[in-house]
């Protein structure tokens, strides 16, 4: 049997499922001999399983046989297809669908040549080549004109380069529900536009005289817009341990700006502590 197309039971679902999932997708078709539609819808994916070459991997298991892994992915009736992507379930139908709806189906979950140019523009983008990222971003983006994901790439990538005009040029028009990511991206550029100075002449400034908030105010917006978020957290805190009403309070209204903008975590937690100190 291909290595694409597999019949599976419990002890296999780890390996043959969901790790292999975190390499290519794989859809499990939950099926049972006594299953009429299961007759119709089988054939079909087998078939779209030889005729894809391994894109993904068919795993087909029997749900009368391993009736405590229907139940932990809730199949309630058969056939139940579910595909899987980085070990979770991403999609699923249930029923016998004609060969179209099948293969519309997996062309949703088989990543195709702008997918593969995004994958490699992250790939260089944490090498530390952000040209090479954007020339391979710039490629996906001609094949997937209207791919909102594309566009949001390279605006991280130029927030990361501080090119404020590029990357509102890119997000100014997504709206914040067209991806998680956008809200962030909007509040990253909001830093940095506000920002406007160069990092090192803000820093001699504060070497020369540490009590100069307006540099440090600069210097802390520019670090969160680049992401170094504690960075931009002590200055800000440094503001509020210096002068509560330097700029109506400012270094404590964006403190709390940043909180808003992290969501929580460890990090946010901390320096929450830290303000109440320094207020107490």
Same mark, same amino acid.
């Given at each position: 049997?291909?290595?694409?197309?597999?019949?599976?039971?419990?002890?296999?679902?780890?390996?043959?499922?969901?790790?292999?999932?975190?390499?290519?997708?794989?859809?499990?078709?939950?099926?049972?001999?006594?299953?009429?539609?299961?007759?119709?819808?089988?054939?079909?994916?087998?078939? /779209?399983?030889?005729?894809?070459?391994?894109?993904? !991997?068919?795993?087909?298991?029997?749900?009368?046989?391993?009736?405590?892994?229907?139940?932990?992915?809730?199949?309630?009736?058969?056939?139940?297809?579910?595909?899987?992507?980085?070990?979770?379930?991403?999609?699923?139908?249930?029923?016998?669908?004609?060969?179209?709806?099948?293969?519309?189906?997996?062309?949703?979950?088989?990543?195709?040549?702008?997918?593969?140019?995004?994958?490699?523009?992250?790939?260089?983008?944490?090498?530390?080549?952000?040209?090479?990222?954007?020339?391979? /971003?710039?490629?996906?983006?001609?094949?997937?004109?209207?791919?909102?994901?594309?566009?949001?790439?390279?605006?991280?990538?130029?927030?990361?380069? !501080?090119?404020?005009?590029?990357?509102?040029?890119?997000?100014?028009?997504?709206?914040?529900?067209?991806?998680?990511?956008?809200?962030?991206?909007?509040?990253?550029?909001?830093?940095?536009?506000?920002?406007?100075?160069?990092?090192?002449? /803000?820093?001699?400034?504060?070497?020369? =005289?540490?009590?100069?908030?307006?540099?440090?105010?600069? /210097?802390?917006?520019?670090?969160?817009?680049?992401?170094?978020?504690? =960075?931009?957290?002590?200055?800000?805190?440094?503001?509020?341990?210096?002068?509560?009403?330097?700029?109506?309070?400012?270094?404590?209204?964006?403190?709390?700006?940043?909180?808003?903008?992290?969501?929580?975590?460890?990090?946010?937690?901390?320096?929450?502590?830290?303000?109440?100190?320094?207020?107490?």
């Amino acid at each position: 049997m291909a290595d694409f197309d597999l019949d599976i039971n419990l002890p296999d679902f780890q390996v043959a499922v969901l790790d292999e999932s975190r390499t290519r997708p794989v859809v499990v078709d939950f099926w049972a001999p006594w299953c009429g539609p299961c007759k119709s819808l089988k054939p079909i994916l087998e078939k /779209l399983a030889a005729e894809y070459g391994g894109k993904f !991997r068919l795993a087909k298991v029997n749900a009368d046989d391993n009736q405590a892994l229907s139940q932990q992915y809730g199949v309630r009736g058969i056939p139940a297809v579910k595909a899987f992507v980085n070990g979770e379930m991403v999609d699923e139908f249930s029923g016998a669908l004609p060969e179209a709806e099948v293969r519309a189906f997996l062309d949703r979950l088989i990543p195709g040549p702008a997918d593969e140019l995004r994958a490699q523009a992250a790939v260089a983008r944490a090498a530390g080549d952000p040209g090479a990222a954007l020339q391979l /971003l710039a490629d996906a983006s001609r094949l997937s004109p209207d791919d909102v994901g594309i566009r949001l790439d390279a605006a991280e990538i130029m927030l990361d380069l !501080r090119e404020a005009e590029e990357a509102q040029r890119l997000i100014g028009n997504v709206a914040d529900d067209a991806d998680p990511r956008v809200p962030h991206l909007k509040a990253r550029l909001q830093f940095l536009g506000a920002a406007g100075a160069d990092e090192m002449a /803000l820093q001699a400034r504060i070497a020369a =005289d540490a009590n100069d908030l307006e540099a440090r105010l600069a /210097l802390a917006k520019l670090a969160i817009a680049g992401q170094r978020y504690e =960075d931009g957290m002590e200055q800000l805190l440094e503001i509020v341990r210096r002068d509560r009403g330097f700029q109506d309070d400012v270094g404590r209204t964006t403190l709390l700006t940043v909180f808003d903008l992290l969501g929580g975590g460890e990090l946010v937690s901390r320096y929450r502590r830290l303000l109440a100190s320094v207020l107490n």
